[in-house]
Every structure is written in structure tokens, then in C-alpha cells.
């Protein structure tokens, strides 16, 4: 039984590149969540989408920042340009809709990215 | 954004040694999770709590939800060197008119187990 996938696993880049992080939640799961995981400020979260319609993307940084969720199997979290303080492992969770007294979020094994 | 506050940082302990870990906020949750992230991994759900005052147990593992909702602790007894990893307390709340739970993370406890 696949869990959350993420792709790439590690990305080295330069500064001013665009880099596009991948993420295929578990099928039948219809929340998606994008966080951000760096030693200062812990686990934030980014976005997240319900049935592929972002609902809250407060925790997005800037504009440089964007998420995207074509279909129900796939979404993106794009940088562009990346900077070095977006250093940071970057993790997709997916969950289904609360059914019980909570809601269980499935971790991917995160995208470590270093922007140079 | 908001974080609960969690503490201790880090905790360096024998293996054998009882371990204890707790969260508070300042904001009432309707529910508080736990989770184990491994090296390299993604966050793995440990224990939920859902009701006020309740305590649950899964293995070696106890965690509580105060009675204030406030705040949790998670102990673990008997420590062996595959509980290295950081551990992350996380509220929940169930919005009024929706199902979705938006959770809320602690900055998280670094143990590291000597054998």
C-alpha cells in the first residue's frame, strides 16, 4: 500500500532557478497539505488544498511561492526564484475526510532542498 | 504562524530511562496528536487524544489531554535506541460548518537514547 510520494528526494540548485517540488498523495485521499521544515521555525504549513481547490494558503512565504493540484493524484509546489532562506525539507501530507474525532495527516518522506 | 509551545528541546538520556515530553497553548484544541519523525522520514502518527482529560497508552507509550484542552504530555517508559527521532505534539481543531482539522504544530523534542 503506497504512502504519500514525493519527488525529488534531495535538490541541490542556484539561486534565481526555479525549482518544482512533486507530490502524489495516497489514493482516495481528498486534503492535500504542503509544509516547510527548517530548524528555526519548525513544521509550517504552506497550503493546502480539499478535492484539488486550494482552501488556505496563508503560510505561503511570498509570491515566489506557488502550489498547484491538477488532479486528485498530483500536485506541485513550485519556487521561483529560489532564494537560500527557502533552504528547508519540504514535506506533502494527505488525509480523507474527518470521519471520526480526528483527522490523520500521511507524511511523504519529504524533498530536502538546498538552494546554493 | 501560531505554535504550540513544546518542551524540552532536546533530551539526551540511557537507554532504560523514562522520558517525558509535554505542549501547551494558549488556544483550546479539540484534539491533540502526537507524532515520531524518524531521520530522514515524514512525521508518523503515534497517539490521538480526543477528549478532555483522557490518557491512552499504545505500548510502551502514555500520552494525556489536559483537562483544559490547553495542553498534553507524552511519556515514554523503558527507553530503547529505535525511539531516537523528534517528537511533535500537534492540536487540531474542528472548525464549526466544516470536517477538516487544521493542525497545529509544537517546534518538537530531539531525543537521542545512549544504549
Known amino acids: 500500500d503506497a504512502g504519500v510520494i514525493q519527488s525529488p528526494r534531495h535538490e541541490v540548485t542556484e539561486m534565481g532557478q526555479e525549482v518544482t517540488l512533486r507530490c502524489k498523495p495516497i489514493s482516495g485521499h481528498d486534503y492535500l497539505f504542503w509544509y516547510r521544515q527548517t530548524m528555526m521555525r519548525g513544521l509550517e504549513l504552506l497550503i493546502y488544498f480539499n478535492n484539488n481547490v486550494p482552501i488556505d494558503d496563508s503560510g505561503m512565504p511570498e509570491d515566489r511561492f506557488s502550489a498547484k493540484m491538477p488532479n486528485a493524484s498530483f500536485s506541485t509546489l513550485k519556487i521561483q526564484p529560489s532564494e537560500p532562506r527557502d533552504s528547508a525539507v519540504y514535506f506533502c501530507?494527505?488525509?480523507?475526510?474527518?470521519?471520526?474525532?480526528?483527522?490523520?495527516?500521511?507524511f511523504g518522506p519529504g524533498t530536502r532542498l538546498t538552494v546554493l | 504562524g501560531q505554535q504550540l509551545n513544546q518542551s524540552p528541546q532536546s533530551m539526551f538520556i540511557q537507554e532504560g530511562e523514562d522520558v517525558s515530553m509535554n505542549c501547551t497553548s494558549s488556544?483550546?484544541?479539540?484534539?491533540w496528536l502526537w507524532y515520531k519523525q524518524d531521520p530522514g522520514e515524514g512525521p508518523v502518527l503515534l497517539i490521538a487524544l480526543y477528549k478532555a482529560g483522557e490518557l491512552t497508552s499504545n505500548g510502551r507509550l502514555t500520552a494525556q489531554f489536559g483537562i483544559t484542552r490547553k495542553d498534553s504530555f507524552l511519556n515514554i517508559s523503558a527507553s530503547i535506541p529505535s525511539d531516537v527521532g523528534i517528537y511533535f505534539c500537534?492540536?487540531?481543531?474542528?472548525?464549526?460548518?466544516?470536517?477538516?482539522?487544521?493542525?497545529?504544530f509544537g517546534q518538537g523534542t530531539i531525543l537521542t537514547v545512549h544504549p
Open positions: 501530507a494527505s488525509s480523507s475526510e474527518v470521519v471520526g474525532p480526528y483527522n490523520e495527516q500521511f
Open positions: 488556544s483550546i484544541f479539540n484534539t
Open positions: 500537534a492540536g487540531q481543531r474542528i472548525d464549526g460548518g466544516t470536517s477538516y482539522g487544521k493542525l497545529t
